[in-house]
């Protein structure tokens, strides 16, 4: 799979973004509340079925960081894309199921978690297809 990977810098950390999927850096505050939201509205424009939210190394997410990721969430559906968020930190974890995230949203361990989900509904798909 193509992954034109275009880092943007973030306090403590960095986002990287790529054809399917968004990395956080270990903070996620209003630092990178902006390159986040531009992030989301490029993977919009590209409509892929499914996009991967890797927050695995984000320790400390700030009320302007979580209010970009709820709004990030909500875009992603608009845009006709699955969300998957990718989250073992047990306080950001906690935090996604206070909100509800994962009652709307694939929240995972692991990064291959979330791989597994993309074959299977590719899988389906193409088993639909024929």
Same mark, same amino acid.
């Given at each position: 799979?193509?992954?034109?990977?275009?880092?943007?810098?973030?306090?403590?950390? &960095?986002?990287?973004?790529?054809?399917?999927?968004?990395?956080?850096?270990?903070?996620?505050?209003?630092?990178?509340?902006?390159?986040?939201?531009?992030?989301?509205?490029?993977?919009?424009?590209?409509?892929?079925?499914?996009?991967?939210?890797?927050?695995?190394?984000?320790?400390?997410?700030?009320?302007?960081?979580?209010?970009?990721?709820?709004?990030?969430?909500? $875009?992603?559906?608009?845009?006709?894309?699955?969300?998957? &968020? &990718?989250?073992?930190?047990?306080? &950001?974890?906690?935090?996604?199921?206070?909100?509800?995230?994962?009652?709307?949203?694939?929240?995972?361990?692991?990064?291959?978690?979330? $791989?597994?989900?993309?074959?299977?509904?590719?899988?389906?798909?193409?088993?639909?297809?024929?």
């Amino acid at each position: 799979m193509k992954t034109n990977t275009l880092p943007l810098r973030l306090r403590n950390g &960095v986002i990287k973004a790529s054809d399917d999927s968004i990395t956080i850096g270990s903070h996620f505050d209003i630092s990178g509340s902006r390159q986040f939201a531009r992030a989301i509205a490029r993977l919009g424009k590209a409509k892929p079925g499914h996009v991967i939210l890797d927050l695995s190394r984000t320790r400390h997410i700030d009320s302007s960081g979580f209010g970009a990721l709820i709004s990030g969430l909500r $875009r992603l559906s608009e845009y006709g894309s699955q969300p998957i &968020v &990718v989250c073992a930190i047990s306080s &950001v974890r906690r935090l996604m199921d206070f909100a509800g995230i994962a009652r709307s949203f694939a929240v995972v361990d692991r990064l291959s978690d979330a $791989r597994r989900i993309i074959a299977k509904a590719a899988a389906e798909a193409e088993k639909l297809a024929s």
